[in-house]
């Protein structure tokens, strides 16, 4: 069943999403090599947090119950998505996806940024630039009656 929202939960929908990316602009900037990968959940928790919200991941159980671990889910380079901050040390050359999610206002906002660490090949950087290519043609063809 689809839920109409309102002008006002829309806007409360952006304002949790606006959150979700001024985070991850806030982990953007830790984003280097020597850091771990559980200091940028600190980072990411403490921001959400202190901007009134709570990390939507944070205690959220899974399949068997086990409340998830982090504020955030972060995958190193080839790590399958939602990933576990911890002692991962990021290195020169990696990619380090990050997903955050916040709780504000009765509302959730949620995306995911990969981030390059340094310096990384061009394959890389030409498989992070088609795949943000395929994304926007993916949004402009999410349109009513569009199969």
């Known amino acids: 069943m689809i839920f109409l929202k309102t002008e006002d939960e829309i806007e409360l929908l952006r304002q949790s999403n606006q959150l979700v990316g001024r985070t991850l602009a806030e982990v953007a900037k830790l984003v280097k090599p020597g850091v771990t990968t ?14 009134g919200a709570t990390p939507t991941f944070k205690g ?12 955030i889910c972060t995958s190193v380079n080839e790590q399958v998505v939602h ?3 911890g002692d991962i040390v990021l290195k020169e050359g990696d990619i380090v996806s990050v997903d955050c999610g916040t ?4 509302f959730c906002g949620d ?16 498989l992070l630039k088609v ?14 009656g569009k199969r």
């Not at 928790?45 to 202190?50: K, V």
């Not at 899974?62 to 409340?67: A, I, K, L, T, V």
């Not at 995306?111 to 030409?126: L, Q």
């Not at 795949?131 to 009513?144: R, S």
């Open 38 to 51: 559980r200091e940028l959940d600190k980072v990411a928790e403490e921001f959400i947090r202190d901007h």
């Open 60 to 71: 959220f159980p899974n399949q068997y119950g086990e409340p998830f671990p982090a504020s």
């Open 83 to 85: 990933g576990i901050p």
């Open 103 to 106: 709780y504000m206002n009765g």
């Open 111 to 126: 995306s995911a940024y990969t981030f390059c660490v340094g310096e990384v090949d061009e394959e890389i950087r030409n």
């Open 131 to 144: 795949t943000k290519e395929a994304l926007y043609i993916g949004i402009q063809n999410a349109v009513q």
